[in-house]
């Protein structure tokens, strides 16, 4: 094998903090680091983990502990810019204490074991630091810099503050929480305001020396630990979102999930050539193959990662691609068509958005939009809390049933006027596409839309276990008074409905709040990113459609159960609207 080195940089006590204040389980936050550190274990012949994330993560120490053997012969290797481990530790002992953020100055109080050798790094993190930080006063306008729209209401008075930040630290470890405590100190203003920005800035520093340092990738485009800022270009580096789909589609999931170490350094040739094939580097006994031309008129927009599998899933011919100065991962594919008037096919482009909320929502389709310039309309499929109205046979929603968005659009409950003391709320989004909700019609008269569901998420189950659906056990919807008031749900099969959907950038797991949502909206789905979506598609003179498969009802008992499968109905349902859509 070729020489390859991948940097480990997602095992870190930050972005698994941030995993978990988005809802995610330890258990899946965990499968995740898993199964990308075992993708670069066969891509790689060396893997390169900070030593900061093995005292400071418990997610990247279960990680290291179930690869022994790799760590052993060297494949896996802790690094630092200190020449020893116990010096690193020291030396974090100083830049730490008891105001530090996330517990982080606990992390070195214990000496910990590691079989794992250590690679001192080259270069000085503390002067690298303190230049990216420097050189944004280097720019235009900070201010543009940190709020280019004017949102902020920033002053001349931050970047006054913003300079003396470096020096002030002293013997501070050079990171967010550190850098937000002592700015805090010198400028009236709010630094929470600012502090996804300084975030980005000093996380994306680290990741960058590193990689240069030591010559190495990263694994790009997770999910549940994705990186909020651009990683930088590095022919080593991969997507993790692609590997996942072409090992899912082979049926090699398993091999990457369930083989002992040993198995997995056997087979890391076959997941190697597998990986690389998913990032368009795929060879056959003739030579290198042709790219297809593609014409996507449609996006395909998702969020979590079983919803870009389950859509991808259902394409045919399908292609990664990326495109300069976009940070997004792209498949392209085609949808066949079930219509006499149009094309046999349609092509379309389907993206994982990096985070949730609806800001990012309208990020990822304005880039869509211009990496992309044939796409016509954009479709948000994924899952959704569900508003069951118990008793209304055209409302009372359970898991697993899906929602198209109807011409009334979306409800942006965060879009409000307030007035003498109240808060009411104004005018929803644009109707969607009517080329779109055409499409919808033609499907429902000429098929059952249960069977059709059904039908396709065994399709996608055959493929992937992890698409079926749960227990009829597990279908539980509380009142306000978190009292049951059905259990089992209300169907064998899931079903499909029209609606309005509620949209806002808060995650609702309040049945009182889920219930007043709907009493002002008549919403049959909440949730945070459809909002962004239409907006951005409208701004660009562009229709758009939500699909969404409910997965929760907005309380306390949500969790991930019943997502691959409500991601799953929810993509089938999107493909089949678009086998009818007509030119």
Same mark, same amino acid.
């Given at each position: 094998m070729t020489e390859r080195a991948i940097y480990i940089h997602f095992m870190d006590a930050y972005h698994a903090n941030r995993a978990r +204040?988005?809802?995610?389980?330890?258990?899946?936050?965990?499968?995740?680091?898993r199964r990308a550190f075992r993708m670069a274990l066969s891509v790689s012949t060396r893997v390169y983990v900070p030593a900061s994330s093995f005292f400071e993560s418990e997610v990247a120490r279960v990680v290291l502990s179930e690869h022994e053997t790799a760590a052993a012969v060297g494949h896996v290797r802790l690094t630092a810019g200190d020449p020893t481990l116990e010096e690193h530790r020291a030396g974090k002992l100083v830049q730490y204490d008891v105001g530090s953020p996330l517990g982080l100055g606990e992390a070195y109080l214990s000496r910990l074991d590691s079989e794992v050798a250590y690679q001192a790094r080259p270069g000085r993190m503390r002067a690298h630091l303190e230049r990216r930080w420097w050189e944004r006063l280097r720019t235009d306008d900070l201010l543009k810099d940190i709020d280019p729209f004017g949102h902020l209401e920033l002053d001349g008075s931050l970047a006054v503050a913003w300079e003396q930040v470096p020096t002030e630290m002293g013997a501070l470890a050079f990171v967010p929480g550190h850098a937000e405590r002592v700015l805090a100190h010198m400028w009236r203003g709010d630094t929470a305001r600012i502090r996804s920005y300084m975030s980005k800035l000093i996380e994306s520093s680290y990741v960058e020396l590193y990689m240069d340092a030591l010559g190495a990738g990263v694994v790009r485009d997770l999910v549940r630990l994705e990186s909020p800022f651009p990683l930088p270009t590095h022919p080593d580096s991969f997507s993790y979102s692609l590997a996942l789909q072409a090992l899912a589609r082979r049926g090699e999931l398993r091999m990457l999930d369930a083989a002992t170490e040993g198995e997995l350094l056997a087979g890391r040739d076959r997941l190697r050539l597998l990986i690389e094939e998913s990032q368009g580097s795929r060879r056959t006994r003739v030579g290198q193959v042709a790219r297809v031309r593609y014409r996507p008129t449609v996006g395909i927009v998702t969020i979590l990662e079983e919803e870009f599998q389950a859509v991808v899933g259902l394409l045919h011919d399908t292609q990664p691609r990326s495109v300069r100065n976009d940070p997004h991962a792209y498949m392209l594919g085609r949808v066949r068509t079930a219509t006499l008037d149009g094309p046999d096919s349609w092509d379309v482009v389907v993206v994982? +958005?990096?985070?949730?909320?609806?800001p990012s929502s309208a990020t990822t389709t304005t880039l869509l939009l211009r990496s992309f310039s044939t796409v016509r309309d954009v479709v948000l499929v994924g899952i959704g809390g569900g508003v069951p109205r118990p008793g209304s046979v055209d409302k009372d929603?359970?898991?697993g049933d899906v929602v198209v968005s109807d011409r009334s659009g979306i409800f942006h409950y965060d879009h409000v006027t307030a007035r003498d003391g109240t808060k009411s709320p104004r005018a929803s989004s644009v109707s *969607?596409? *009517?080329r779109l909700l055409g499409g919808l019609d033609r499907m429902t008269m000429a098929r059952d839309p249960t069977a059709e569901i059904a039908k396709g998420v065994e399709r996608l189950r055959t493929r992937d276990s992890r698409f079926t659906r749960p227990s009829r056990d597990t279908d539980v919807l509380r009142n306000a008074s978190r009292r049951v008031i059905r259990r089992g749900g209300n169907a064998t099969a899931p079903r499909l409905f029209r609606g309005i959907l509620a949209?806002?950038?808060?995650?609702?797991?309040? *049945?009182?709040?889920?219930?007043?949502?709907?009493?002002e909206s008549g919403a049959l789905v909440i949730d945070m990113e459809s909002a962004g979506v239409a907006e951005a598609a409208w701004t660009h003179s562009r229709q758009y459609l939500v699909v969404r498969g409910i997965s929760d009802y907005c309380d306390a008992t949500k969790n991930d159960l019943w997502h691959w499968y409500a991601a799953g109905t929810a993509?089938?349902?999107?493909?089949?609207?678009?086998?009818?859509?007509?030119?």
């Open positions: +204040q988005n809802s995610h389980s330890r258990a899946s936050i965990v499968e995740e680091a994982k +958005q990096l985070r949730m909320t609806n929603i359970a898991l *969607p596409s *009517p949209s806002g950038n808060m995650l609702v797991r309040d *049945p009182e709040v889920r219930d007043r949502l709907a009493e993509a089938v349902a999107a493909v089949s609207i678009l086998e009818f859509v007509t030119n």
